[in-house]
């Protein structure tokens, strides 16, 4: 898509990286009154929880900056699109399972599931253009560690 106008691109940009981040912000907008992670009991290497939607949104502009990289060079095809979408849905009901319904053991297979999209995503992403599937790479690491926080917070509560 060479044909777009620096004005085109700047606004695919900044689209790809609203979605995530508005979707995301209205999720902890949701959970907002159910957080009780100060309450559990937590394992080791547990961060704080300020620390949570500082990292969040930092992924959240990855993904949206990652996906605007594709869809500038008209590389965001039918799958890669399906599955950049449902990695995003997967991970917006993931907070809504851990902390509104309190389902934690449900919400550790959740965020396992999640894992495995991210980690295909990042893969799909990287065999169209590296730097895009690169820079997913925080956000499988971040989705891993969380998958461990969550098995713990059930095993532990």
Known sequence: MSFLSERGKLRIYAVSILIPVLLG????WIILGS???DMLNKPAFS???W???VVWTVLYILMGVSS???KVKGLFEDGISKLYYLQLFVNLLWPIAFFVLKWRLFSFIWIILLAVLVIAMAVKFYRKDKLSGLLQIPYAVWTVF????????YLLN
């Open 25 to 28: 912000g209205l999720t902890g």
């Open 35 to 37: 957080m009780d992670y």
């Open 47 to 49: 961060p704080p929880a």
């Open 51 to 53: 620390l949570f939607p």
């Open 68 to 70: 605007g990289m594709l």
């Open 146 to 153: 969380a998958s461990y926080l969550t098995l713990f917070a």
